[in-house]
């Protein structure tokens, strides 16, 4: 099979680089590229990036850097390509090809323009065939820090290399143009003018700024998780939205969240992510739940060398088990309770080599499955949603499927235990959109299989103020637990 790459040499980048190695590799393809006059790019854009750098006390980010045409050491021409790939988005070009674009842009200046315009952006996949354009797949990308064009712009470049690199594999595995499809979200972008980046770096200075100022003289909002009686029950979703919510309190020296809650043993056990101020590294605590709440404060029962969040508890043929969240560690690891909640060992590596966020574990048709997301190559671990399958708990794990079952930021990440609600399942999730843990959501799972994974939106949840996120919901032995962002120590919280 042969590859030819559309490319404007006014405007190649490392990412553009990378994106046609990985193609070539993973379809087993000989490359070849052709010039082609993309859009102009916005203005000012490249000094913006070097100013970030500078601003930000950041390196700048390689992915963006400009390179040679000659760094690809390709031939030139498109004269019997099997498949083109158009990586500049130019509104000249013809004939039936793959194209890639952000709000109709190539990637890196459509990512600017959305991020310029306070929005995290949409990544299409476009089959052109006979002149006609069909929409092959869509994702829905995270911006992990609003106030840098560099930082979204990177992650967006990741995500659109893996989107490539999956669709060629696909067509070189007998998949057509005309029948490509890669998992696509239905959300519609908001459309958006050019921005300046010039505009928007110095504003972003001037607010990372005020943010720094203003935590010299106030304790900045920080995560903290509440509780309340269990007042769901089985068969209906948890109604969150204005209910009142008792707060774990802390000694203003650290922060909760990621709660879970078990009851094993005889006793009602509430686990969380706790997070010293003064190591800058998460760790696993308990506290006991009682008829009228916590008894005592969390304590901690699992610390590592690495950072460590999202204590997934449960119960198998009679002990207890966790998975808590070790992506820095990059493993996902079984812990199970020697003394109950005390005292834990680490048991297996289920996945090995893998940064994997908030790794939940689900049981349907005999077989064991873990949700969680995972950072690819220059990639966001809040928007790409991957599963696994294996027969038993410490059994072969393997992706479901090849590459992410969806990419989308305000709905992909896990937000807590995966609950029946009637014949139906349903999985929380969190949603991004705006910035980390900013909402929480409820979906049903319509398929999953290794023919793809489906899913309904139920439910999508944002705390009202003075609250600013709100990014898990558990609840077990007659209690709901969930986190909030929240400026303060109030003992009540009402998202």
């Given at each position: 099979m042969r590859v030819s790459f559309l490319i404007d040499s006014t405007d190649f980048r490392r990412w553009q680089a990378k994106a046609i190695a990985d193609v070539l590799t993973a379809s087993g393809a000989s490359g070849a590229i052709a010039m082609v006059a993309g859009p102009p790019p916005a203005g000012l854009l490249d000094l913006c990036l070097a100013f970030e750098a500078l601003a930000f006390r950041r390196p700048r980010s390689g992915p963006l850097d400009r390179l040679s045409l000659s760094a690809l050491n390709l031939p030139i021409g498109t004269a019997d390509a099997d498949i083109v790939i158009d990586l500049a988005a130019s509104a000249e070009t013809t004939g039936d090809r793959l194209l890639i674009t952000v709000g109709g842009f190539g990637v890196a200046a459509g990512a600017a323009n959305a991020i310029m315009a306070g929005e995290e952006p949409f990544i299409d996949l476009i089959a052109v065939v006979n002149g006609e354009q069909r929409l092959a797949g869509r994702w829905h990308v995270a911006v992990e820090d609003r106030r840098q064009l560099g930082s979204g712009m990177t992650i967006a470049a990741g995500r659109a290399i893996e989107m490539l690199t999956l669709a060629a594999g696909r067509l070189a595995a007998g998949a057509t143009l005309g029948s490509l499809t890669l998992p696509r979200v239905e959300a519609e972008?908001?459309?958006?003018?050019?921005?300046?980046?010039?505009?928007?770096?110095?504003?972003?200075?001037?607010?990372?700024?005020?943010?720094?100022?203003?935590?010299?003289?106030?304790?900045?909002?920080?995560?903290?998780?509440?509780?309340?009686?269990?007042?769901?029950?089985?068969?209906?979703l948890p109604a969150i939205a204005g209910r009142r919510w008792r707060r774990l309190s802390d000694d203003g020296g650290r922060f909760y969240a990621d709660p879970f809650v078990v009851r094993y043993g005889g006793r009602t056990v509430l686990f969380v992510e706790e997070f010293p101020f003064a190591t800058e590294k998460g760790l696993i605590s308990a506290v006991e739940l009682g008829a009228n709440g916590p008894v005592?404060?969390?304590?901690?029962?699992?610390?590592?060398?690495?950072?460590?969040?999202?204590?997934?508890?449960?119960?198998?043929?009679?002990?207890?088990?966790?998975?808590?969240?070790?992506?820095?560690?990059?493993?996902?690891?079984?812990?199970?309770?020697?003394?109950?909640?005390?005292?834990?060992?680490?048991?297996?590596?289920?996945?090995?080599?893998?940064?994997?966020?908030?790794?939940?574990?689900?049981?349907?048709?005999?077989?064991?499955?873990?949700?969680?997301?995972?950072?690819?190559?220059?990639?966001?671990?809040?928007?790409?949603?991957?599963?696994?399958?294996?027969?038993?708990?410490?059994?072969?794990?393997?992706?479901?499927?090849?590459?992410?079952a969806k990419v989308d930021v305000s709905s992909a990440r896990p937000a807590g235990r995966m609950f029946s609600l009637g014949t139906s399942v349903v999985r929380p999730f969190q949603d991004s959109v705006g910035g980390y843990g900013a909402g929480l959501g409820f979906a049903r799972v319509d398929r999953l299989d290794a023919g793809g994974y489906a899913e309904t939106k139920l439910m999508a949840l944002r705390p009202a103020p003075p609250l600013s996120g709100l990014h898990t919901y558990n609840r077990g032995g007659g209690f709901e637990v969930i986190d909030v962002i929240s400026d303060g120590d109030a003992a009540i919280v009402t998202p």
């Open positions: 972008p908001s459309p958006h003018r050019r921005g300046q980046p010039a505009l928007f770096a110095a504003a972003a200075f001037a607010r990372s700024l005020a943010a720094r100022l203003e935590r010299l003289v106030r304790t900045p909002p920080n995560w903290a998780v509440a509780w309340r009686t269990d007042e769901t029950g089985d068969g209906a005592g404060t969390p304590r901690p029962v699992i610390e590592t060398d690495c950072h460590l969040s999202y204590p997934f508890v449960f119960e198998e043929d009679g002990a207890l088990y966790m998975i808590p969240e070790s992506s820095g560690r990059r493993k996902v690891e079984l812990w199970r309770a020697v003394n109950f909640p005390d005292h834990w060992e680490r048991a297996a590596v289920l996945i090995d080599d893998i940064d994997l966020g908030d790794a939940t574990l689900f049981r349907a048709d005999g077989r064991c499955y873990l949700f969680g997301t995972v950072r690819p190559h220059w990639g966001s671990s809040w928007d790409g949603l991957a599963i696994f399958a294996a027969e038993h708990l410490t059994g072969q794990w393997a992706p479901l499927f090849s590459g992410p």
